[in-house]
């Protein structure tokens, strides 16, 4: 069923499931932002998309010796650590105003995803009634 989807939708499935993942870590930067300690989280939406659409720009890795951490089932998972723009005293990484900005951008994609998707079910269904509603 995933090819199906991947034919009529594109990429747009698999990066509104990233987008999505992005919301919650953002949402969670947000939530700790008084954490003292609290380092805040990002996906590397491009790197994550690449992987999850199976077009990697590096080489492919791959499991050499048995106990080794399958790549392919880690690689949608692996958030990285955000460079903090301001240092705090108490160790927390989370700029609010950052996390906002970065959070009504996520938004934004989550939303332009969702209605290319919408557009294509709109157009399929079109053409499967002829254009009668």
């Known amino acids: ?9 594109g990429l747009h499935t698999q990066a509104l499931d990233l987008w999505q993942r992005r919301s919650e870590v953002l949402a969670s930067n947000l939530a700790n932002a008084d954490t003292p300690g609290y380092l805040a989280r990002d996906i590397d939406f491009k ?3 690449s992987s999850a659409s199976g077009q990697s720009d590096s080489l492919p890795l791959s499991i050499t010796q048995p106990g080794q951490i399958d790549p392919k089932a880690q690689a949608t998972d692996q ?7 301001q ?7 989370v700029d609010t105003q950052a ?6 951008a996520n938004g934004v994609h989550y939303q ?8 294509q079910i709109h157009m399929l269904r079109t053409a499967i009634t002829g254009g009668q509603s």
Request: no cysteine; proline share 5%.
């Open 47 to 49: 790197k994550a998309l």
């Open 112 to 119: 332009a995803s969702l209605s290319f998707i919408t557009a």
């Open 99 to 104: 996390e906002q900005a970065s959070f009504a």
């Open 87 to 93: 240092p705090t005293m108490d160790g927390n990484t």
């Open 79 to 85: 958030l990285a650590y955000r460079v903090p723009s």
């Open 1 to 9: 069923m995933t090819s199906i989807n991947d034919n009529l939708f």
